[in-house]
């Protein structure tokens, strides 16, 4: 924090056009390629603006015939569908709105509609959100999309199970829940979909892919703490296992998996999620009765449990077992649950 590497300064002082930040940077982006085994051809951007900011950012650069598919699944998905169809026309592919998000659209019915689409005008590219934070949903496979890009928010699954990044054109990811501290967005593209620059003449220049790219992140000052961070925790993924090895997949759904024996075995508790769209990153349950659902809530912050109340749209409760959650945080959770189950009478509860 004070002083990096003999240099007299912490990360937050220097230059970010200092050799000794140049160093930083590039070490965090062959760390993120070896553990990710990204290929020559895709570049690393370490940028700014979260998701949020992607929303607009992707259609303003890759949305070069006016056309791309989106598969609504949550809240995020929702926006990104919303802010593309500001820059051209954003084809619902698929959505799980009518039963609020409790399940990923079949893969068969998502890559039979991406097939027809790209039999008539051409999609630029088909857009997801892998992992559903809100609703605890994720995609457990991808669908076929045949020659169209397939272009992934990562987020809140990213660094937590392997990913063939071959399989995708675009993925980005926002570096709060498993990459880092909040502020820094990594992105990686496929070089020869940015090559021609921006789809919109008038994209600021700051969401102008192929110019970060050449400016190797540093168009603007960047998050340099962050992205030193972003650097330390890529080095943690990989002495604790890495991706490869699927040793940070398998941890996460030992997590995971605990909260969801406990669930099935409830009969308080209900999961949000469909059995077969279950997110490994958000676990998301309620009892049925918003003053039952408050008071869980207050007991787990009583218990040291923070940060459990479920988001407003669709209530209940919400663990997050993300990379740095130990199996010791994750069992103190499901012992309260089992707790609170037992001091609780079981009336007539709604879905």
């Not at 790219?213 to 961070?229: H, Q």
């Amino acid at each position: 924090m004070l002083d990096y590497n003999g240099s007299g300064m912490s990360v937050m002082e220097m230059s970010h056009r200092s050799a000794t930040f140049k160093g930083i940077i590039e070490t965090a982006e062959q760390d993120i390629r070896d553990l990710m085994s990204i290929p020559d051809n895709y570049r690393v951007l370490f940028l700014q603006g979260g998701a949020t900011l992607q929303f607009a950012g992707i259609p303003m650069n890759l949305m070069r015939r006016g056309r791309a598919g989106y598969v609504v699944t949550g809240n995020f998905a929702n926006k990104a569908y919303k802010e593309a169809a500001k820059y051209g026309e954003a084809v619902l592919l698929a959505s799980s709105e009518d039963t609020n998000f409790d399940r990923i659209p079949t893969m068969a019915d998502i890559s039979a509609r991406i097939a027809a689409e790209a039999a008539g005008d051409e999609l630029d590219y088909v857009y997801i959100c892998q992992n559903n934070t809100i609703f605890g949903t994720m995609f457990h496979e991808l669908p076929e999309c045949g020659d169209t890009p397939l272009f992934a928010d990562v987020s809140s699954c990213f660094l937590s199970q392997p990913l063939d990044v071959e399989r995708y054109g675009l993925i980005y990811a926002g570096a709060q829940k498993n990459a880092g501290a909040a502020g820094v967005t990594v992105v990686i593209v496929r070089d020869d979909l940015i090559a021609d620059g921006p789809a919109f003449a008038q994209a600021p220049q700051y969401l102008d892919l192929k110019t970060q790219a050449a400016k190797e992140s540093m168009l603007n000052t960047p998050n340099t703490f962050g992205i030193y961070v972003c650097g330390k925790v890529f080095h943690w993924v990989e002495e604790t296992g890495g991706l490869a090895a699927l040793a940070m997949e398998q941890r996460k759904w030992q997590r995971a998996n605990m909260l969801y024996d406990t669930l099935d075995s409830s009969k308080l508790f209900k999961c949000h999620a469909e059995k077969g769209s279950r997110s490994g990153m958000n676990v998301t349950f309620r009892t049925g009765d918003a003053e039952l659902d408050a008071a869980f809530v207050a007991g787990a912050a009583e218990h040291q449990i923070q940060n459990v109340k479920g988001h407003r749209l669709v209530g209940g409760m919400r663990a997050s077992v993300y990379n740095a959650v130990t199996m010791e945080d994750v069992r103190a959770l499901a012992s309260y649950m089992k707790d609170f189950e037992a001091q609780h009478s079981l009336g007539p509860r709604s879905n």
